[in-house]
């Protein structure tokens, strides 16, 4: 797309009428480009341009952020852009259940005015194969339902049937947050408590809470707390699950955090993905400033654009900046230098959402959950070829056979173990010989893999782990954020080499070794955990 041009007089009042004197500050600009594309439905260089303008920003500045998300359709002057968007996920499990098929059905039966494009992962792993239709969720999607759904004009993804906030209330909660408030509660005690239980980060790195609040605390104020609500990793789709049916659980672990560090503003930044849970959190959000209007931090929703590497948390915070998600060097650390150049505590939506649990029921109580001498339980995606896949509760320490057996009511009809990734795209492959193994960060690590979010995706006879490396990979190099030149070029050129009928292992070993040390970030750290386990447990699918 050209840029660089100067908007006409209609383009410019265009914009004007569509911020209505909104604030005029960079964090603002994802959300302003939200704005302007939700209402056109794309985005131009002369809409940037006045948009730039009124922000009093570079056009090459709003230009590199919009190009950078996926989610902005930009289209050249004069060039008619499509009305509805299809986005068929082409990830691992969807991939599994044939996406590939599914694309290319809808690119032969859609006509003028339907864009469909292939993208990452969208969080409805265990209904696969999974497209947006506009913001719309279609699951197990077929070219038939794709059509009905457009047919009946669903493209707004509903609101979920979640528990309110009355609900909520009724059966105590927010209690322990007023607690704290009243001072009935110590800070102190409310760090010891998570301390005791052991609750780590559920997000992936599994950073201990207790320690990572103290952390924060140690920096002078004003400090934030950051809410990561973008989970992109495919497989993944806990969090949605969490916010779907008990928002204000989340809600109140994050006024819990909050008080203890001292936060003055809460920001909470959802994938775009889940457009029904936006539309909730905005309800949710008002029914709670109206509930506490003296007590409350002042709480912020933030949309992400489609970019599976703002879930990482200094590429979030840029995000939120107004910038494109490029993870930050460290140090500084984003809790002494993190939103706004200010001490942030970041959190993932499931850590939040066992916080007042925990101060309920007791830190022994949590610590018993776990099995095997593990402490705790966790929110566990499980998809791919099982009788049920969903979203279960189990204990630290659970095994991937017991949680295919013992939660998602075993292998799915005429399909036998082969294979399963423990924390997905990113958390490498392991055979079914293994699938006795505990899934915790240290039993994993001797595999050369990794729990991270625990989206375990379960792979049948019908699959290779070969195909399911390449897609991994694929998945990379799309989601790169370019930064940094071994994950930028090695993820690319691994891809292909991957695609070939033989695998040149050589070459492969010395990008993988070049992608682990020289990125910044887990993505390029993480891109060839699948390709190292293929060579390792699955050498017979290179022969
Ligand atoms: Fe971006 Fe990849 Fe570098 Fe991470 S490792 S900062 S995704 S280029």
């Not at 008619?80 to 694309?103: H, N, Q, W, Y």
């Not at 994938?271 to 959190?281: V, W």
Request: aromatic share 6%.
């Amino acid at each position: 797309m050209s840029r660089g041009k100067t908007p006409s007089p209609e383009t410019r009042a265009e914009i004007t009428e569509l911020l209505a004197d909104a604030p005029t500050e960079r964090t603002h600009l994802l959300e302003y480009l939200h704005r302007v594309h939700d209402v056109r439905g794309y985005l131009d260089a002369e809409q940037l341009a006045a948009l730039a303008e009124y922000m009093g920003l570079s056009a090459a500045e709003v230009f590199e952020v919009a190009t950078f998300y996926h989610h902005f359709q930009l289209v050249e002057p004069g060039v008619p852009p499509a009305p509805l968007t299809i986005r068929v996920c082409d990830s691992i499990v969807c991939d599994m259940f044939g996406a590939k098929e599914l694309l290319t059905s809808l690119e032969q039966a859609m006509g003028d005015g339907v864009r469909v494009v292939s993208t990452s992962c969208i969080g409805r792993c265990q209904k696969a194969p999974a497209v947006l239709l506009g913001r719309n969720p279609v699951v197990r999607a077929t070219p038939k339902s794709v059509q009905l759904a457009m047919d009946t004009g669903r493209t707004e993804e509903k609101l979920p049937a979640a528990q309110g906030l009355a609900a909520y209330r009724e059966d105590g909660g927010y209690a322990v947050w007023e607690e704290c408030l009243a001072g009935e509660r110590a800070v102190d005690d409310v760090i010891r408590q998570l301390e005791l239980a052991d609750l780590r980060g559920l997000g992936g790195a599994g950073f201990r809470v207790a320690r990572k609040w103290e952390l924060v605390r140690e920096h002078a104020g004003p400090r934030i707390l950051a809410v990561n609500a973008d989970e992109g990793e495919p497989g993944t789709f806990k969090d949605r699950h969490c916010l779907e049916t008990e928002p204000h659980r989340m809600l109140e672990g994050a006024l819990i955090a909050a008080w203890v560090v001292e936060a003055s503003e809460v920001y909470i930044y959802l994938r775009d993905e889940y457009a029904g849970i936006h539309k909730l959190l905005v309800r949710e959000l008002d029914a709670l400033r109206v509930a506490f209007p003296e007590s409350l931090p002042t709480l912020h929703l933030r949309r992400g654009a489609g970019s599976y590497v703002c879930g990482e948390e200094s590429a979030m915070l840029e995000s939120m900046e107004g910038q494109r998600g490029m993870p930050r060097l460290r140090p500084p650390y984003v809790a002494e230098t993190g939103l706004f150049g200010r001490p942030t505590l970041v959190h993932n939506v499931e850590t939040l959402f066992q916080v007042p649990e925990i101060l309920i029921r007791g830190a022994g109580w949590y610590a018993a959950q776990g099995a095997k001498g593990r402490r705790g339980r966790r929110h566990y995606s499980i998809s791919g070829r099982v009788k049920r896949p969903g979203v279960y509760l189990a204990p630290l320490g659970v095994t991937a056979r017991e949680l295919i057996n013992n939660y998602a009511h075993g292998m799915a009809k005429g399909h036998t173990l082969y294979a399963y990734l423990p924390g997905g795209a990113a958390g490498g492959i392991l055979p079914a010989s293994l699938a006795d193994s505990e899934l915790d960060p240290d039993s994993l690590s001797h595999f050369g893999c990794f729990l991270g979010s625990a989206g375990l995706i379960v792979l049948s006879e019908a699959d290779s782990a070969r195909d399911v490396a390449l897609n991994a990979m694929r998945f990379f190099a799309r989601e790169s954020c370019g930064k940094c030149t071994p994950c930028r070029v090695g993820t690319q050129e691994t891809a292909k080499l991957m695609a070939a009928a033989a695998w040149d292992l050589p070459r492969l070993r010395e990008l993988a070794e070049a992608m682990e040390e020289g990125s910044i970030c887990g993505l390029g750290q993480a891109a060839s955990n699948a390709l190292r386990c293929v060579v390792t447990h699955f050498p017979h699918e290179l022969s």
